[in-house]
């Protein structure tokens, strides 16, 4: 009996461990991905909430099929919506604030550093959605923040000069 279990630990580990209930679960990532945002000590559990929540395309959705892509979807539209949109905003306003400090010659009133939050997100590894859809969050927000500051530099050349101090 005791070798019959000890040969067996892999099933019986894969059955506990099994999380593709997070399938029919999926709307409450948002609001996962909100409350984690808010604790940027909590940030690093960010690739094993996703591993969880990905878990249904390797044993219950084929990736594949048309369910398997709406899922990858719906966690990249989880991930947009509740971590890089948020994350954009926050740098953001802080670049538009030392851009506005600098012009103003009243840098002594900007905080020298981002907040914990943003530092936290950005120092994550590249998240592992499937073996083949890998997302990484800095890439994501330097993209869309240098799109950003190139779009309102090309619509309105005289805050170019701005935007490049």
Known sequence: RELKVASGWQGHLARLCDTSWCYWMRDLLQELLVDLRQRPNDVHALPLLFGAFASPLASL???????????????????EGGIVQPLCASIEEDLRLL???????????????????????????????????????????????????????????????????
């Open 61 to 79: 959705v084929p990736e594949g099929s048309d369910a398997g892509k709406a899922l990858l979807a719906d966690l990249r539209c989880a991930l």
């Open 99 to 165: 851009t506005h400090a600098i012009m103003q010659n009243t840098q002594g009133n900007v905080p020298s550093a981002a907040s914990p939050e943003v530092l936290a997100l950005l120092q994550l590894r590249p998240l592992a959605l499937t073996k083949d859809s890998v997302v990484d969050i800095k890439d994501q927000v330097e993209a869309r923040l240098s799109r950003h500051f190139y779009d309102l530099a090309a619509l309105v050349p005289q805050d170019a000069e701005a935007y490049a101090r």
